[in-house]
């Protein structure tokens, strides 16, 4: 099993930019999350999805911020316009079922100038 | 709501030596699961561990092992005979039945010497 996949490893980009990043779960995996890391506030919980259906969005930042979830093996993150304090590691995970333990990919590393 | 506290910003630890890490929680959730996970320079998030809130006895997985104790609300992390690899940031997380959620400590940084 290959793992949570996400894409792309970094991001660089200018402020105003929009930015989308890609996640792959595990195959077989039902729940997926998005979190977001920076040293301040630690790891935050953005969204989560159950069976492709966006469960609890109260951790999105602003509007500026949106997620899907198309389909069990694919779901996307994007924010615009970007803002340099929306620089962080953005991470997504999956697991079996929602109250499973959850495996994490690598994260993306997001600089926004 | 749920709470995770981790008050050791940083710990060191001999290699091959034993070092606990120290968590405490609070939830008013009675259904409610307790992990480790690890963090090396990777930014990789690993799972170390994982706790059942009803059952009494602690998990093991290895030379990582827990100390429960639900009535103080206390989940630490033993490691034992600690190697270079272990080298990493540790977070505490508590993930609730009722809010779907998994809430993290701020983690504590281990030092292993060589």
């Known amino acids: 099993d290959a793992g949570v996949i996400q894409s792309p490893r970094h991001e660089v980009t200018e402020m105003g930019q929009e930015v989308t990043l890609r996640c792959k779960p595990i195959s077989g995996h039902n729940s997926l999350f998005w979190y977001r890391q920076t040293m301040m506030r630690g790891l935050e919980l953005l969204i989560y999805?159950?069976?492709?259906?966006?469960?609890?969005d109260s951790g999105m930042p602003e509007d500026r911020f949106s997620a899907k979830m198309p389909n069990a093996s694919f779901s996307t993150l994007k924010i615009q316009p970007s803002e340099p304090r929306d620089s962080a590691v953005y991470f997504c995970?999956?697991?079996?079922?929602?109250?499973?333990?959850?495996?994490f990919g690598p994260g993306t590393r997001l600089t926004v100038l | 709501a749920q709470t995770v506290t981790q008050s050791q910003p940083e710990m060191s630890v001999q290699e091959a030596e034993t070092v606990t890490l120290s968590c405490t929680y609070d939830t008013s959730e009675s259904d409610y699961y307790l992990f480790w996970y690890k963090q090396p320079p990777s930014r990789q998030m690993i799972l170390v561990i994982r706790?059942?809130?009803?059952?009494?006895q602690n998990a093991t997985e290895n030379r990582f092992s827990v100390n429960f104790q639900k009535a103080a609300k206390s989940f630490s992390l033993k490691i034992s005979d600690s190697q270079l690899g272990d080298a990493a940031m540790y977070f505490c997380a508590c993930y609730g039945g009722a809010t779907n959620k998994l809430i993290f400590g701020t983690g504590t940084l281990l030092a292993v010497q060589p």
């Open positions: 999805f159950n069976n492709n259906v966006p469960i609890d």
């Open positions: 995970a999956s697991s079996l079922a929602i109250k499973g333990e959850q495996f």
């Open positions: 706790q059942e809130a009803y059952k009494q």
